[in-house]
């Protein structure tokens, strides 16, 4: 799932400062489950942006399942054709959202998008996957080392784990520490003598925003039209 986490306080007081009229808007799916965005938050948030701006501002809540899908956007349109601002508790792309279905209203990131994890137990999240557009789990034991090796290497370590800890960042373990260990636990080590070619990292971010098209979805779309 996406992880997020609320801004500062006073970088949202700051950001809200001067609008009279605000949406705080939660998303009911990704930041729901990191506890950064869903109802309880937007409550919490809400009430403590009518104490630090008082008389200055007029604060709705609500909260819609996902932020970036255009049908739950849609449920909100009154209240937000109420507002002259909606501070967004979804993440990145829930504030894009809203901007690209309602281009009238000041759209306000209410939280600091972060990565794409994994619950590692309750209140941990960690960082799993960047996205990269080409994956190679099947040859790294399952391991991402492109999210979680902090030189994204792909052909094993550096000169630098100590202890099986990354040289970087003491406190995590070392990709390709975590990789070597799981296979062998598979017994499939030699899996580690195929070098991985370089990348064509055009498939990643570094080419720009990436598309997805299913011609086979669209066809459905317009014959059900
Ligand atoms: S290899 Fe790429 S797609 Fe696969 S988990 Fe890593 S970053 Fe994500
Ligand atoms: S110690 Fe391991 S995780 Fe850290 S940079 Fe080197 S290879 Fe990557």
Not at 67 to 94: I, K, M, T, Y
């Amino acid at each position: 799932m996406i992880v997020a986490q609320q801004k500062p306080l006073e970088d949202i007081r700051q950001m809200a400062r001067g609008f009279r009229r605000l949406l705080v808007l939660g998303c009911g799916t990704c930041t729901t489950v990191c506890f950064a965005g869903g109802e309880k938050e937007v409550g919490l948030l809400a009430t403590s942006l009518r104490s630090a701006l008082g008389q200055e501002i007029e604060i709705e809540e609500a909260v819609v399942q996902r932020q970036c899908e255009w049908e739950f956007l849609d449920q909100v349109g009154e209240a937000v054709g109420r507002a002259e601002a909606v501070l967004s508790l979804g993440c990145g792309v829930g504030v894009q959202g809203i901007g690209e279905r309602y281009p009238g209203v000041v759209v306000l990131p209410g939280l600091n998008t972060t990565f794409m994890g994994l619950t590692e137990a309750p209140g941990i999240w960690e960082e799993r996957c960047m996205a990269c557009g080409d994956c190679l789990l099947h040859r790294t034991g399952g391991i991402c080392p492109v999210a979680r090796c902090a030189k994204s290497l792909l052909n094993g370590p550096c000169g630098g784990p100590q202890d099986g800890h990354c040289e970087i960042s003491p406190e995590n373990p070392c990709a390709w520490v975590l990789i070597y260990d799981r296979l062998m636990q598979q017994g499939r080590v030699e899996q580690l003598e195929e070098i991985i070619p370089v990348r064509d990292w055009k498939a990643s971010h570094s080419g720009g925003p990436r598309r997805i098209v299913r011609p086979d979805l669209r066809e459905m779309v317009e014959e059900e039209v």
